[in-house]
């Protein structure tokens, strides 16, 4: 999955008996399985390959390029009949049966990443029907079919409406559409870390908010996906309160909480069990965005400047999806993924799976729009890739700034 959503999506399928810390996340880097051609990254695909796939399809796509033929096709090929898509599927050529665990977070993320890519309408239109076939009474999706309606499947299902041209206030079950669903998930005003958002409430009915729910909840309340850029500033400074919060309520709320969150430090703490005192870059780079969109934008620049001088390791131990979220969140912020504190987030990712291409009027218009203060780097890295040509030389006499 996402490396956000790693540790819950593994625990919901019953095989998180522990997490590693927050440095070491995502899959086993021992393959279980033979790694297919088309697909990004080397480590077990089991539980994240068509969520590191889209995700990488989706930056490759923000950034200008057409990706590579095989690494849609790998995509597409994971799709079951009924629409919907699992994690991973070993042996996409037999027909998806009762065993094959097809669920929302995975079909929501496949439904924006074929979207961007284009040319495969039908497929899409089939995903989203089964999205909306599984929609709970509360307006809400649970990552499962049939499962309790958390705050980040419903707000990544409400990403992959959007990215298609659905009003995600019409696609309702009993009334409800999925902005009743993180309405409800809103912790109180009252409460101590009132106005973040909870994944679910507890046993016993309450709320407590949850950093990874409360940046992916942002985005849902504003009705993005993946991608997103500055957003206009809130208007009020108070946190709304009420049963019944709109969504531009809910989402001012919650990015009121996640300024708190990272003030001080510019990131967010990992609370995987193991992870004492470690930073969690890639919810810290989910909250870059959703603070960005949200327009707090002085904010996710200082969390974006944290994460420059302190996640490329982590990217690097990561893998495709991890590249992929600080892509997005250098978009988000209007920074340079060509040069992410030296390194190129761009090459990284591209290096991980078959080579896309640049198109050309992304390209054109990247090189007319450079102003001689290297704002093109990053196009121009990429076309390099795409010639097969080295990058080094681009970043060797540019004196490296210091941490």
């Known amino acids: 999955m996402n490396v956000r959503r790693s540790a819950a999506a593994l625990a919901a399928i019953g095989v998180l008996a522990a997490a590693a810390p927050a440095t070491a996340a995502g899959p086993s880097p021992s393959p279980k399985v033979a790694i297919p051609s088309g697909l990004y990254g080397k480590s077990d695909p089991t539980y994240d390959g068509v969520w590191r796939q889209s995700l990488a399809l989706v930056a490759q796509r923000t950034l200008g390029y057409r990706p590579a033929a095989e690494a849609v096709d790998w995509l597409t090929g994971q799709q079951c009949a009924s629409g919907a898509f699992a ?27 074929l979207h961007a890519v284009g040319g495969h309408g039908a497929a899409v239109e089939k995903a989203v029907a089964w999205l909306k076939s599984v929609q709970n009474k509360d307006g809400g999706w649970g990552y499962y079919p049939g499962g309790a309606s958390d705050t980040n499947s419903t707000s990544v299902v409400i990403g992959a409406l959007s990215a298609t041209g659905a009003d995600p206030a019409d696609v309702r079950k009993a009334g409800k559409s999925p ?16 106005g973040g ?10 709320l407590y908010s949850n950093a990874d729910a409360t940046a992916a909840g942002v985005l849902g ?22 049963d ?15 300024v708190r969150a990272v003030a001080h430090t510019g990131h967010l703490d990992s609370t995987l069990p193991g992870a004492k005192d470690q930073p969690d870059f890639g919810n810290t780079a989910d909250t870059v965005v959703a603070l960005a969109a949200n327009g707090r934008t002085e904010q996710a620049k200082a969390s974006y400047a944290w994460l420059e001088k302190n ?55 990247a090189k007319s729009s450079d102003d001689g203060k ?13 010639a097969g040509i080295g990058v080094g030389f681009l970043f060797s006499g540019r004196k490296k700034r210091q941490p």
Not at 182 to 189: F, N, T
Not at 221 to 242: D, Q, R, S, T, Y
Not at 374 to 386: F, H, S
């Open 87 to 113: 994690a991973f599927r070993a042996t996409p050529a037999q027909a998806c049966d009762s065993k094959v665990a097809v669920d929302t977070n995975n079909t929501a993320a496949a439904v924006q990443a």
């Open 311 to 365: 996640a490329t390791q982590w990217a690097t131990q990561s893998g495709p999806a991890a590249y992929a979220q600080l892509i997005l969140a250098a978009h988000a912020v209007g920074a340079q993924p060509g040069d992410f504190h030296g390194t190129s987030l761009v090459s990284s990712l591209n290096s991980l799976g078959p080579a896309p291409h640049m198109e050309q009027a992304a390209a054109q218009k």
């Open 179 to 194: 902005y009743d669903l993180l309405s409800a998930m809103s912790v109180p005003c009252d409460h101590p870390d009132g």
């Open 197 to 206: 958002l909870a994944f679910q409430p507890d046993k016993k009915g309450k």
């Open 374 to 386: 290297n704002t093109g780097v990053w196009w121009i890295v990429g076309i390099g890739l795409v």
């Open 244 to 258: 019944h919060l709109t969504a531009a309520q809910v989402a001012d709320n919650a990015g009121a909480n996640l």
């Open 221 to 242: 309340a504003l009705g993005k996906g993946f991608v997103a850029e500055a957003g206009k500033a809130p208007a009020g400074g108070k946190c709304a309160a009420g």
